[in-house]
T-cell receptor
Framework: EAEVAQSPRYKITEKSQAVAFWCDPI?????LYWYRQILGQGPELLVQ????????DSQLPKDRFSAERLKGVDSTLKIQPAELGDSAMYLC?????????????FGEGSRLTVL | GQNIDQPTEMTATEGAIVQINCTYQ??????LFWYQQHAGEAPTFLSY????GLEEKGRFSSFLSRSKGYSYLLLKELQMKDSASYLC?????????FGKGTTLSVSS
């Protein structure tokens, strides 16, 4: 069964260090999302891609976060420098349809702990 | 603005029926999803309602009333494995608005 792949599953880092997360969506899925989920809360959208284009990054803290999807397939989310408040689960999701998003398929997530 | 409200926690016993309510205020509303999320895992799709009414899928059913801005997820014949967080997700245009989730604890 097709899956959204994410790595690493777990990352522990010290504040002020750089962190990067990778996501490979289900093959053929044009829409890709990065969400941040703090324990006990729902996911919050960081950035949404349609193919290689960013369609929504209004909630992305652009002073320290960046995201790219250069070839419209896999994507990287970077944090530099990491802060204590960035400790969270970072979820990648993909969808096959634009507009009517249909079902969202999530990866297993990357859990970040900033010390 | 865009807002999704659902209870924070609920408890129930094995074999029982539980209803998780969700109210939403979203402009450009298209439909509503329910996702299940076990602790430390990614959310998994349960249901998607676009039209008013009840959608049944095995032990789980989801209801939508667009005029009232209201949905519920109904879980029947509860099992211990149903202990999880249940996320109500509104779709507005191409955006998805997540609720904070309802943590359901099922006890024997």
């Amino acid at each position: 069964e097709a899956e959204v792949a994410q790595s690493p599953r777990y990352k522990i880092t010290e504040k002020s260090q750089a962190v990067a997360f990778w996501c490979d969506p289900i093959s053929g899925h044009a829409t890709l999302y990065w969400y941040r989920q703090i324990l006990g809360q729902g996911p919050e959208l960081l950035v949404q891609f349609q193919d290689e284009s960013v369609v929504d990054d209004s909630q992305l803290p652009k002073d320290r976060f960046s995201a790219e999807r250069l070839k419209g397939v896999d994507s990287t989310l970077k944090i530099q420098p990491a802060e204590l408040g960035d400790s969270a689960m970072y979820l990648c999701a993909s969808s096959s349809r634009w507009g009517n998003t249909g079902e969202l398929f999530f990866g297993e997530g990357s859990r970040l702990t900033v010390l | 603005g865009q807002n999704i409200d659902q209870p924070t926690e609920m408890t129930a016993t094995e074999g029982a029926i539980v209803q998780i309510n969700c109210t939403y205020q979203t402009s450009g509303f298209n439909g509503l999803f329910w996702y299940q999320q076990h602790a430390g895992e990614a959310p998994t799709f349960l249901s998607y309602n676009v039209l008013d009414g009840l959608e049944e899928k095995g032990r789980f059913s989801s209801f939508l009333s667009r005029s009232k801005g209201y949905s519920y997820l109904l879980l029947k014949e509860l099992q211990m494995k149903d202990s999880a967080s249940y996320l109500c997700v509104g779709q507005a245009g191409t955006a998805l608005i997540f609720g904070k989730g309802t943590t359901l604890s099922v006890s024997s």
